[in-house]
């Protein structure tokens, strides 16, 4: 079964730092472009951060620059979201998302994990 599964959510203080993964189920993430997205409470989802399929370029929302590394390692099939700084307003859920680099494939999206940022 093609699945992403996205672990790490939590509550963290201001300022804390988490770590979110996403591995990959039932097919190749090398094949993929990987994208974090996140949506918070009444709000449209946003584009946090990009990696390119084999790891070489990275992009990044202007409100995490500087905070968030999006980072992978195809060899465990996973990608990874090292979210630091953390702010109260980065409050929302996390998904991950699978673009193919290749035609004739579907993007793939994770079922989210929740990261609650307060004191």
């Known amino acids: 079964q093609v699945q992403l599964v996205e672990s790490g959510g939590g509550l963290v203080q201001p300022g804390g730092s988490l770590r979110l993964s996403c591995a990959a189920f039932g097919f190749t993430l090398s094949d993929y472009a990987m994208r974090w997205y996140r949506q918070a409470p009444g709000k449209e989802r946003e584009l946090v951060a990009h990696?390119?399929?084999?790891?070489?370029?990275?992009n990044y929302a202007d409100s995490v620059k500087g905070r968030f590394t999006i980072s992978r390692d195809n060899a465990k099939n996973t990608v990874y979201l090292q979210m630091n700084s953390l702010k109260p307003w980065d409050t929302a859920v996390y998904h991950c998302?699978?673009?193919?680099?290749?035609?004739?494939?579907?993007?793939?999206w994770g079922q989210g994990t929740l990261v609650t940022v307060s004191s």
């Open positions: 998302n699978a673009v193919p680099v290749r035609m004739g494939y579907l993007e793939v």
């Open positions: 990696i390119t399929s084999g790891g070489g370029g990275t």
